[in-house]
């Protein structure tokens, strides 16, 4: 009789808001933060924002150069129904004026804590910075450039989390696309679950291992662990994983491409249960300059060149460790040859170093008796190229 109380008090709520979310309109809420109609930030909402209560919820947000979009990614958080929240934001050396924004919010919302590097550490430091100077049970992250996208996703999360004690919950992304000048696609492409499982769980042991698998194609990919942005995460959950990569990825900045995937592929190991939920949450946008797309800049591809090198080495040795199939190192394997048929190869300053690097985790998975023949084929091609 107390469980079924409990479940009549916070889901009648929750059904009404699914409901609404049906007819919510999304360019409206996005449009009112663009304008700076911050209507949930107001004096009422700031009577309960005790210091001495720990938040329920830590948003984290690493900036660097984004004087244009960061003041759209925190309105989008400030309007949320649900305020039990505190933000984190760590601004990685912007040399813009992100950091004289972010301290104006920090100065009139005790709620906001801005951390400024004294150096560019990259992205995977950052949002490290930030999980450590946060207080929340939860932690949720959030781009620079992108935004929330509907003002009940907090709320919602709220719910299922207090209820079922989630350590993972996933909710749906849209995808604007632009170019060096116009929006080129607004709301282009939806970001949806590989597993339909929304309103069901998944639970250790399996989880660590069906995450990977797409029944539909009867394959394994990593695609449902890229992001980190689209997830709510307990927080001693992602702090294990932290501590299990280690300091030298930390204080180095090594892990400067596929720093997500790495970092989910431990959450999803360390995690107990985990859903997702049919509602769009995230506004995902998606530029040119970033890192990750594959660019002609000499300097850019060298680093990414060694990201790549040391996602691979810590790819394939987590999935060795956690006993994962070897065909999600074929699929990356084969998705970087998509991008790029030359990015183990380009020219750089010292190509041999990298190389030979490369080379010796190649040879590591031709000895390893879990690889297939298909990935040991694959992997001696990439060595004769």
């Not at 989008?76 to 129904?81: D, G, K």
């Not at 001693?236 to 930390?250: C, P, V």
């Not at 999803?268 to 998606?286: S, V």
């Not at 006993?323 to 699929?331: C, G, P, T, W």
Request: charged share 25%.
């Amino acid at each position: 009789m107390i469980l079924q109380a409990k479940i009549n008090y916070i889901f009648p709520k929750l059904y009404k808001i699914e409901r609404y979310l049906k007819i919510i309109n999304f360019e409206k809420y996005i449009n009112d933060c663009k304008n700076k109609k911050n209507y949930r930030n107001s004096k009422a909402n700031n009577k309960s924002n005790n210091k001495s209560k720990l938040p329920f919820l830590s948003v984290c947000i690493c900036s660097h150069n984004s004087e244009k979009f960061i003041e759209y990614a925190i309105l989008s958080i400030l309007n949320q129904s649900f305020q039990n929240f505190e933000v984190i934001i760590i601004d990685d050396f912007s040399n813009d004026d992100s950091y004289n924004i972010l301290k104006k919010y920090e100065n009139i919302d005790n709620r906001f804590r801005v951390i400024n590097h004294e150096k560019n550490y990259g992205i995977y430091r950052s949002r490290v910075d930030a999980i450590y100077n946060s207080k929340g049970k939860y932690i949720l992250f959030v781009d620079s450039d992108d935004m929330i996208l509907n003002e009940y996703l907090f709320e919602i999360l709220f719910y299922y989390s207090s209820f079922y004690n989630f350590d993972i919950i996933e909710y749906l992304v849209l995808h604007q696309v632009f170019n060096k000048n116009n929006l080129v696609f607004p709301y282009t492409q939806t970001l949806s679950h590989i597993h339909n499982y929304s309103k069901s769980f998944v639970y250790q042991p399996e989880l660590s291992t069906i995450i990977f698998y797409i029944p539909r194609t009867k394959i394994y990919s990593s695609v449902i662990c890229r992001t980190v942005w689209n997830k709510l995460y307990k927080k001693e959950i992602i702090l294990k994983s932290i501590n299990y990569i280690g300091e030298k990825f930390y204080l180095k900045s090594y892990l400067s491409y596929g720093e997500d995937t790495i970092l989910n592929i431990l959450n999803f190991h360390f995690a107990q249960n985990y859903t997702n939920i049919n509602i769009h949450g995230y506004l995902y946008n998606i530029r040119n300059n970033s890192i990750s797309r594959f660019s002609d800049d000499i300097e850019k591809r060298r680093i990414l060149n060694f990201g790549i090198y040391y996602y691979i080495k810590l790819f394939y040795k987590y999935i060795s460790e956690f006993n994962i199939s070897r065909e999600l190192l074929l699929h990356e394997l084969e998705l970087f040859n998509k991008l790029d048929k030359n990015i183990f190869f380009l020219k750089m300053k010292d190509p041999r170093f990298f190389n030979k690097k490369m080379k010796k985790i190649f040879f590591s998975i031709l000895n390893d008796d879990d690889a297939s023949e298909h990935l040991k084929q694959y992997i001696k091609n990439l060595i004769k190229y």
